[in-house]
Structures are given as structure tokens and as C-alpha cells.
């Protein structure tokens, strides 16, 4: 496996645990040498020490590395004038400036991890969703119109460019992946609202423009709110959805709570040219510093970040190493062994995070 460095911002709130967990568990994976982490300040707290939310020497380390790494930014009553919160600038800046624009949002029902959606279990819930992570309604963010306390709009940007690309990232990761748990179709849905804007009809005929390079693959509609109903009573119908920024924003979390929750759901948010992996929850204050946040989602994320890397430099080693992190995962919940709380059980972050190294380094969890 080649050497990898890696930016990393441990941020705010539950951030710093979650993400030394996943370095221990990456380095674990990887062996101590192959992977450096370049230790990064960033975040709400950061700002209201230094005024700055995402320092430049972070952004430039962030552009030069090979991935980027994150815990979770945000503190409550961090805001600016506009009551928009200062932590998730981190994310948003990032995003937009490295073009971070498809937010790949896996929704996999994990062994061991009971779904509230009782039909299900392993393997039965398997689908990704693949959300626009730089324009649609997050377009606006900082460029809405306030007046006289009286009149507040944001607009929503669709364009050919930024859907063409998403939606081609989506028909590809279908054609790479086995198709949907019910019928093994590989199959593509496009998630809009285009029974009522214009926007939205925009965003699915581009779509449509786009499926005609991939006749082997389905293409399906379902609108924003009729995809909350299908997400929960028939969720195995799902290989791969493609959403505007927002709609991909709002149903990603359904889908996370479908298969064990926002402390289960990983995200890699790629561009062309750099990465970004998080888990898929916020900064979670009101559990931060007591070791019983769960790190599950981070060390995911840092299984899909060598798996990029993988991919992105042929590097199948990087590869096989991640998908050991998730069967070693997959072996942690199966098995019983450490079970965090938001899964029902009593295991400490420190307590998840021991199980899935000590797998790794017995050699057990074989992908
Ligand atoms: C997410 C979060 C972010 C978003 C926040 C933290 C900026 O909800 O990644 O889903 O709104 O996209
Ligand atoms: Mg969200």
C-alpha cells in the first residue's frame, strides 16, 4: 500500500473522540507508517477563539494532501448576525471551493444492527445516496435576502453542469455496485420535485439526458415526499439515489435512522480532484467529552476514504484495507462484543473502538 497524508480536523463536540478513534483504527488497518495525519484546527470553537471557523493553513493543507478527514463541527449559539451557525461553514467552504460535489451517503443495514423497519435485517437494506453537495438550496447559504424584518428568500440553483456530473457519479457507482436487495436490478432514482418546479423538472430531464450512456441500467422518479414512505415500506426497491443538495440533506438522515442511525452512517463527499470523509451526524454536544459517542460512523468514513484512495490511485491494497474495517465493524455488531449505546447497547467509544482494532490486528475480519 503507498503512503497517504492526511488532512485531519477533529472540530467541535464529539469530533475529537469520533476521529481519533477512526486514526486508531486506520492505523490498525494500515500499519502505523502508511498513513500520516496531519493534526488540523477548525471548527466553531476554533472561531470563537481565533475568529476564523477554517484557518487558511487548514484550507492549504486541505488542497494538498491526499483526503481529508473530519470529526464534526458546530456549537449551538455559534451563529452569525443571520442566525445561520458559524461551525458549518467548515463544511460548506470546503465543499464549495473544492468542488466536493458528490456527497455519497451509504444506507446499509449492518450485521447485528436491528432496523426499526422490523421486515428487514442484514443485507436487506443496501442502497447509496448520492446528494449535489454544491449547489441546489445551499447555493443561497450566505447570499439570501434579508428585508427590513419583514421579507426573507433563498433561491435554488440547478445547472446542467452540477447535475450532469452527479448524475453521471450515479449511474457509474450502480453500474460498480449489485443491484437492489429485492430484485437485483441496478437502478438509478432520481429524487426531485418536478410535479411542481421548474428547478426540479430541470434537475430530472438532465438526469434523463444523462441515463441515455447508461441503457443498462434503470431509471426510476420518486418525489421528495413520496420517497419518505417508500424509504420505510420498501426500502430493498433502492440501489442508488441521486438528490438535489436539500432533498439529499433530509433523506439521507431518514435513511440513516432506517439502518441504526446518524452514529452508524458514514459520507465521503468527492470531487474530481479531492475527498472529503465524515460521519454522516453533527457535533453532538451534549455528549461530547464523555466517551460515549459512538465512532462507528467516522471509522466507516474512513474505511470509504481508503477505498477512495484505492480507487483513485489503484492502490487495491487501500482497498482490501477497508473493506476489512467494515467486516471488522460488521464482526463487532454481529458478534456482540462492544455495542454502542445509540445501537442499544453500553460499550464506550474507547470500548467499540479496542474491539474493532483488536479484530484487525488478530487478523480476523476478512473482507
Ligand atoms: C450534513 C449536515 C450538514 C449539511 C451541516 C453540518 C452543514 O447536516 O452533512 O448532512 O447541512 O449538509
Ligand atoms: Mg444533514
Known sequence: MSKYQIATIEGDGIGPEVAQAAVRVLKEACGADTLHFEML??????????????????????????????????????VYPDGTEVGNDLHLRLRFELDLYANVRPIKLLPGVL?????????GIDYVIIREN???????????????????????????????????????????????PRDGKS????????????????FRSVCDDVHRDYDDIEIDYAYADAITVHMLKRPDFYDVIVAENMFGDIISDLGAATVGGMGISPSGEIGDRYALF??????????AGQNVASPIATILSGAMMLRWLGDTHGDTQASRHGDRIEAAVGRVLADRIAVPRDLGGEATCTEVTDAICKILANGESHA
Not at 427590513?148 to 453521471?168: H, N, P, Q, Y
Open 41 to 78: 484546527p477548525g471548527g466553531a470553537d476554533h472561531y470563537v477563539q481565533t475568529g476564523q471557523v477554517l484557518p487558511d493553513d487548514t484550507y492549504a493543507a486541505c488542497r494538498q494532501m491526499d483526503a481529508i478527514l473530519h470529526g464534526a463541527a458546530g456549537v449551538p449559539g455559534v
Open 115 to 123: 432496523s426499526p423497519l422490523r421486515a428487514f435485517d442484514e443485507g
Open 134 to 180: 454544491t449547489e441546489g438550496l445551499y447555493a443561497s447559504r450566505g447570499a439570501g435576502v434579508l428585508l427590513r424584518d419583514e421579507f426573507a428568500s433563498d433561491s435554488l440553483v440547478i445547472t446542467r453542469k452540477g447535475t450532469e456530473r452527479v448524475a453521471r457519479f450515479a449511474f457509474d457507482l450502480a453500474r460498480r455496485r449489485r443491484g437492489a
Open 187 to 202: 437502478r438509478v432514482t432520481v429524487c426531485d420535485k418536478a410535479n411542481i418546479l421548474r428547478t426540479y423538472a430541470f
Open 278 to 287: 465524515q460521519g454522516a451526524h453533527g457535533s453532538a454536544p451534549d455528549i
